[in-house]
């Protein structure tokens, strides 16, 4: 069994790989014997991700991508447990098989979708992987309608329905700090929170989340969960059938993926869809229309969706807070981590006051559109 204290992310640890460019065009010819012509560095927490173009002329008979592809290197932490990152492919490769569009590892020369490779910069070894790369548009600052994220709910419970039936013993302990069976564990990362109303806040929360959601764990649905649907990790591209609008693509990076709650998944995906919301629109009402695409795939028990809502308050408290430690931890990379924080304390105050019944008879009209009827108490 897998020591916990040893997956997931203690305060002060520092994970993420130390390599430019041209190391990662070295990477990519050693390892899969391509060359690089153009490379462009991508966002990402703790990895180091590089969108990587190829010289397609000196491939043979192996017809290789003109949209290039995406050259992952994990951070020390979770290459620790090759084992996991296996479990990770199969889970890829299982849920494209069903339909799931997503990036794909692909087979070294020695014909393995990852190996533990050192960097120059370091003393430890990093798992290497290479995965397709798929022409899109991220979730990330486009308007979010009723349209665009009901078809995101609806893929994602797709997503869930394809995840039902895979298993892998190597998820079984296999935690993160991003999981959201982690949240207790937040505390150990308050030194980054300096205002009080902020800390009371989180606390009120994790009591919330302790008392209502991990004393009910035996009650709540649970399997392979995908376990991070951010606007980060959705493809969108135009619609061709609604002018001016998006539909989903498909789902990015599985390296949060483990055995967990259903419920889980759909309250990720709200909490971003609340964070992305247009000042003009009710974001819980907006929320609803994500939740009914979801639920007409992959229908969840009252006992799930009762603890729906604090769900995705403890995934707003667990993306704050990560975002302002890892900021102080990593300075180089605020941009991206502090995405969430200018009007995310805003909104887990105004979401916080509001009561379940509030909440849940908004989902309820909207459910109602869709000819759906769920009970959430």
């Known amino acids: 069994m897998t020591d916990e204290n040893e997956t997931v992310l203690n305060p002060g640890e520092k994970v993420q790989p130390r390599l430019g460019e041209q190391e990662a065009c070295h990477l990519v010819h050693s390892l899969y014997g391509l060359s690089t012509i153009k ?52 889970l890829i490769l299982h849920v494209s098989q069903r339909g799931i569009c997503t990036s794909c590892p692909l087979p070294n020369l020695q014909n ?31 308007r979010y309608t009723p349209f665009l994220v009901h078809s995101v709910g609806k893929l994602a419970g797709k997503l869930d329905t394809a995840c039902s039936d895979f298993y892998d013993p190597a998820f079984n302990d296999h935690k993160r700090i ?4 982690e949240v207790p564990k937040l505390t150990k990362f308050f030194s980054c929170l300096k205002e009080e109303k902020k800390r009371q806040t989180v606390l009120s929360v994790l009591k919330q989340f302790d008392d209502s959601v991990v004393s009910n764990y035996r009650n709540l649905k649970k399997g392979v969960i995908h376990g991070d649907l951010s606007d980060n990790n959705i493809l969108i591209t135009p619609s061709s059938s609604s002018p001016d609008d998006y539909e989903v693509v498909g789902f990015l990076d599985f390296g949060d993926a483990t055995i967990a709650y259903y419920v889980f998944e759909i309250a990720i995906l709200i909490c971003y869809i609340l964070l992305g919301a247009d000042a003009k629109d009710d974001p819980i009402q907006l929320a609803g229309h994500a939740l009914a695409g979801y639920l007409s795939e992959f229908p969840l028990p009252t006992k799930d969706l009762t603890v729906l809502r604090i769900c995705i308050s403890a995934r707003l408290v667990q993306s704050l807070v990560m975002g302002a430690y890892t900021a102080s931890a990593e300075p180089s990379n605020t941009d991206y981590v502090l995405q969430t924080q200018t009007g995310g304390w805003e909104l887990l105050y105004k979401f916080c006051v509001k009561s379940d019944t509030e909440v849940f008879n908004s989902w309820r009209k909207t459910l109602l559109q869709y000819n759906l009827k769920f009970d959430f108490k």
């Open 178 to 181: 991003w999981s959201l069976t």
């Open 112 to 142: 393995k979708l990852c190996s533990l490779e050192h960097l120059e910069e370091s003393d430890k070894r990093y798992i290497v992987r290479l995965f397709t790369f798929i022409p899109g548009k991220v979730f990330v600052g486009v």
């Open 39 to 90: 490379v462009e560095e991508l966002n990402s927490y703790d990895d180091k991700n590089f969108h990587i173009h190829v010289d397609t002329t000196t491939s043979g008979d192996v017809k290789l991508s003109e949209d290039g592809y995406v050259l992952k290197i994990l951070n020390s932490l979770d290459s620790r447990f090759p084992e996991a990152i296996d479990a990770q492919n199969r």
